[in-house]
């Protein structure tokens, strides 16, 4: 299909020319760029053209950290998100259940006890008066820690005498050692026993995910799931409905298992590979899990959970650069951050090469760590989309002036510390316009705080722009042909139904996708 984009506003994310007026596709390839003139004479006379003024044209957006098949599920579960209290989480609850067969599991996700008056996590007491005839789980809104009732603890065999799971805490009642029905950081204990979904299922689910992403102009997504959810996404592949971009990263515990399938850094196909080996570091700041260098600022008594001691970390990190994959660390406390970059530069020693690893959220940083950071050359990938969230919590939990290293984006552009950003979906929306507002305004999307929480480190929308295009294409390996709109390049872009550059920020929360294409094809068109 030939088309031509005329008379737009064209984000290029090519630093040299970063602005543009119309572009001209042949098949899946973008063939020029410039202005309306010079592409009108790249037309050929059966070239489809499509007058967008007042619309903004990017490079197809990449979520560069989700978990796309969660995003799918999560849709089927009950949505605890942004609820202000226990007792509304408890109706939410209380309605599923009413509905629900005996003995079928009921799932929910997006608790928040931050959000809640009295700020009690709750334990499994608020759970089984409402699910007598079903176990139960909910999944906090960080995907952390997870609240289950006595049926669930029951079926997991998990009681006073369980073993602390590695890199994880059950929470029990001081004065019997009893659960309280509260785990953090070993969702596994308790989704093992869960009946698993069947493969039609699962591709319902990557369906589901692809449609809400196609609808706010992501183009492509790095997804940290499992084998089963490559799977299914491969099986959608080879029928051709896998429409969007996935590169999917493989879970460390799932390395051998690859290895022994066939399955090598690259393995795949244009819509669907694979590339890094993810690992954790710690947990979350809601969980109360980020490893902290310093107490927690309102409990000294914590500094957070390493999921992995420092030289099992290593040793997994080694056992990835052995079978040739780079690795994607989570590292969302300071303390993490320092032991995910000084572990992978142990590593390096042992196995030097060109490598394009990346640390995933770095929430919370030490000024002193940023030299190594850069001498890595490894990527920051983060989510704006938290602050709106976070800075409450974060003022609380971890202090101020500590709080001038999180979130600290332009402090890591300005150390060349390459950024790209996601939104950690299903944790937050996957609309990259959440994402943007956020790193240009680093407020909620109420406006608070006034002015902006901790405004020194506000982007600019190119910057904000380049973290969804540019970076995610590198770190993907597959900037030759992604991450900006050039000549040669796949032709996946992201049209919006306003030029954002002429909109206010607040405004842009109401602007709607206009138009998603991948390799040429308009695979989304607002109706």
């Not at 064209?10 to 010079?38: C, K, M, S």
């Not at 689910?205 to 706010?216: E, P, S, Y």
Request: hydrophobic share 40%; aromatic share 8%.
């Amino acid at each position: 299909m030939d088309l031509a984009l005329l008379s737009a506003r064209i984000f290029t994310g090519d630093p040299r020319h970063p602005w543009a007026e119309a572009l001209a596709v042949r098949d899946n390839q973008i063939i020029a760029v410039g202005r309306n003139e010079e592409i009108r004479q790249a037309c050929r006379r059966d070239t489809h053209l499509l007058e967008l003024p007042g619309r903004l044209v990017t490079p197809g957006l990449v979520d560069a950290h989700m978990h796309f098949m969660s995003l799918g599920w999560a849709s089927q579960m009950v949505n605890l998100q942004n609820l202000t209290s226990l007792e509304a989480c408890r109706e939410k609850i209380r309605q599923a259940a009413a509905g629900c067969p005996p003995g079928q599991w009921i799932i929910g996700r997006g608790w928040d006890h931050h959000k809640w008056q009295d700020k009690r996590e709750p334990t499994f007491k608020d759970l089984d008066d409402l699910t007598p005839d079903h176990p139960a789980m909910m999944i906090r809104a960080c995907g952390h820690s997870i609240w289950v009732n006595s049926r669930a603890l029951a079926l997991a065999h998990i009681d006073r005498r369980t073993p602390e799971p590695e890199g994880g805490k059950i929470e029990r009642f001081p004065a019997s050692g009893d659960p309280t029905g509260l785990i953090r950081e070993a969702r596994w204990l308790v989704e093992d026993h869960i009946p698993a979904p069947s493969p039609d299922e699962r591709q319902e689910a990557g369906l589901r995910a692809q449609a809400a992403a196609l609808r706010v102009g992501v183009t492509g997504v790095h997804s940290c799931e499992g084998l089963q959810e490559w799977e299914a996404l491969s099986a959608l592949d080879r029928q051709g409905k896998l429409k969007l971009r996935v590169y999917h990263l493989l879970p460390t515990d799932k390395l051998e298992e690859a290895t022994q399938r066939g399955i090598r850094p690259g393995f795949g196909s244009r819509h669907l590979w694979f590339g890094h080996v993810k690992l954790f570091a710690d947990g979350s700041l809601g969980s109360g899990t980020a490893l902290l260098h310093e107490p927690y600022a309102d409990d000294a008594s914590q500094r957070g959970i390493p999921f992995l001691a420092p030289e099992v970390l290593q040793e997994r990190i080694e056992a990835a650069y052995r079978q040739g994959w780079d690795v994607a660390i989570h590292a969302i406390g300071d303390k993490a951050v320092t032991h995910a970059l000084e572990k992978i530069a142990a590593a390096r020693a042992r196995y030097p090469g060109p490598r394009r690893d990346r640390i995933e959220h770095v929430q919370l940083f030490r000024p002193q760590d940023l030299s190594l950071f850069r001498d890595l050359g490894a990527v920051a990938s983060v989510q704006p989309v938290f602050v709106p969230t976070d800075w409450a919590t974060a003022d609380v939990r971890w202090g101020q002036p500590r709080c001038g290293c999180a979130y600290a984006w332009k402090t890591l552009l300005e150390a060349r510390i390459p950024l790209q950003f996601g939104s950690d979906a299903p944790v937050e929306s996957i609309n990259p316009l959440y994402g943007l507002h956020a790193a240009v305004t680093r407020q909620d999307r109420q406006g608070n705080p006034a002015g902006g929480w901790c405004p020194n480190q506000k982007l600019t929308l190119p910057d904000a722009l380049a973290g969804y295009t540019r970076r995610a294409a590198w770190t993907a390996r597959r900037e030759d042909h992604l991450g900006s709109v050039a000549k040669r390049k796949w032709a996946d872009l992201t049209v919006f139904a306003q030029d954002l550059t002429r909109l206010a920020p607040e405004d842009w929360l109401q602007t709607e996708v206009e138009m998603t294409m991948v390799d040429g094809k308009i695979v989304y068109q607002r109706s």
